[in-house]
C-alpha cells in the first residue's frame, strides 16, 4: 500500500512538471548549462491562449479581490494587539490605522496590481 501511494504520488508530480514547465529553470542550449534571464524571457512571452478556463480565472480574480477587500478593512488595525481588536473589532470600513488611510482606501500594495 505503501508503494501504491508513492507510485501515485510521483505520478502526479510528473503531471505538474508537464503541465507547469514555467516552474522549471529555462536554458538557452539542450545541455542545460545557461539558464536564460528574465528579461530574455520576458522577450519571448506570449500572451495567454484564447482558451483560459474560465472558472479558474473567476476563481483567481475573486481571489485577487477578497486580499484586497480583506487588507483595506483590516488596514486600521494593523500592527495591533489581540486585545485591542477585541475591544474595538473590525465591523465596517474605517479610515485611520498606521498607514492613515482614508475609509475604504487601498492599500498602496494593491494599487500596483493595476499598473
Given at each position: 500500500e505503501v508503494g501504491q501511494h508513492s507510485s501515485h504520488k510521483n505520478n502526479h508530480v510528473r503531471q505538474i512538471a508537464r503541465d507547469k514547465q514555467w516552474l522549471?529553470?529555462?536554458?538557452?542550449?539542450?545541455?542545460?548549462?545557461?539558464?536564460?534571464?528574465?528579461?530574455?524571457?520576458?522577450?519571448?512571452?506570449?500572451?495567454?491562449?484564447?482558451?483560459?478556463?474560465?472558472?479558474?480565472?473567476?476563481?483567481?480574480q475573486g481571489s485577487m479581490l477578497g486580499m484586497a477587500l480583506g487588507d483595506t478593512l483590516g488596514a486600521p488595525v494593523e500592527f495591533e494587539p489581540p486585545e485591542y481588536l477585541t475591544v474595538n473589532p473590525v465591523t465596517d470600513l474605517q479610515g485611520g490605522g498606521t498607514w492613515g488611510l482614508k475609509k475604504g482606501q487601498l492599500n498602496i500594495s494593491f494599487t500596483n496590481i493595476r499598473q
Open positions: 522549471y529553470p529555462q536554458y538557452h542550449d539542450s545541455q542545460h548549462i545557461k539558464i536564460k534571464r528574465p528579461d530574455e524571457l520576458e522577450q519571448e512571452m506570449k500572451d495567454p491562449p484564447e482558451n483560459i478556463d474560465k472558472s479558474i480565472l473567476d476563481r483567481i
